[in-house]
């Protein structure tokens, strides 16, 4: 089946554009349909292992995104149509969101970017569209995709154990994984015209996940770098609130124990301001 156009893909570069340009202007939206496991299970939020795709962290994160998703995905629609695209898209972009919820099911952790949605149609390419390649722009020559998605898978699962730089690259892993998954479910036929080179990437990322489920105790209990960067001043807040929460309890303690007369004047004058500045973030 073979589109005149690319206009799903075109439709959701333009959709994620607008949504993440939002997000920049009003990081509380953000915050409500962003990646976080506390949420997912604990408030039964679910609609956040998609929604999470559309927002980013910055116009870099989005433009890096939304090229590599051009670059692949508009060929995967015209050679085998939208509703391929939109099954593998959408499925790497769940794949990833899921594994990062069993590996952080335990962890204050938070995430967005479409980045397993990307890999997941940058892996079924390899396949689907043999032969392809990629032009990064710190390098004048192509790079063949197959050379590049294990590259970059590799390097994936190296950030996951130092983790160095915070970014969530099991959502890469997981997201590549479930795209291979599903370009191969949608075209089994794949496997017979590059044996060889499917059985490589399926055992290099079967090892890799295999680790992370059966060692996932290295990874990280905060919360992702990226979240940090983009909202400095929501991080001081919550530390502040935090803070004043601790006192107001105490002297709250000491007044149920031993009567507000036991306050001193300036513990008097603390539990007012923290009152009225904890009253008014409600």
């Not at 939020?45 to 927002?55: I, K, N, P």
């Not at 890096?64 to 939109?86: P, Q, T, V």
């Not at 590049?148 to 099991?170: E, N, T, V, W």
Request: glycine fraction near 8%.
């Amino acid at each position: 089946m073979r589109g005149p156009t690319a206009i799903w893909n075109l439709g959701i570069i333009a959709i994620t554009v607008v949504v993440s340009y939002r997000g920049f202007m009003l990081p509380s939206l953000t915050d409500q349909y962003l990646f976080e496991p506390v949420r997912i299970l604990r408030d039964k939020e679910y609609f956040r292992l998609v929604t999470s795709g559309f927002f980013h962290l910055d116009w870099m994160h989005l433009l890096f995104n939304m090229y590599s998703l051009y670059a692949f995905g508009r060929y995967i629609e015209e050679i085998y149509g939208f509703k391929d695209f939109l099954l593998i898209y959408f499925s790497g972009i769940l794949g990833g969101n899921l594994l990062s919820l069993y590996l952080h099911r335990h962890h204050e952790y938070r995430a967005l970017g479409a980045s397993g949605g990307v890999c997941g149609v940058i892996y079924a390419s390899i396949f689907l569209l043999p032969g392809g390649s990629i032009i990064l722009f710190m390098l004048p020559v192509p790079i063949p995709s197959w050379v590049y998605a294990i590259a970059f898978l590799l390097f994936s699962f190296y950030g996951m154990r130092k983790q160095s730089d915070d970014i969530g690259h099991d959502a890469h892993l997981g997201g590549a994984i479930v795209g291979l998954l599903v370009a191969t479910a949608l075209h089994p036929s794949i496997i017979k015209a590059s044996p060889y080179l499917y059985a490589a990437v399926m055992a290099i990322t079967a090892s890799l996940l295999v680790f992370c489920l059966k060692w996932p105790l290295y990874l990280p209990g905060g919360i992702r770098q990226s979240i940090r960067r983009s909202h400095p001043r929501q991080e001081q807040n919550a530390r502040r609130r935090q803070a004043d929460q601790k006192e107001l309890d105490r002297l709250l303690d000491k007044v149920s124990r031993s009567g507000l007369h036991s306050l001193s004047w300036r513990e008097r004058r603390k539990l007012k301001t923290i009152s009225k500045r904890l009253d008014e973030k409600l």
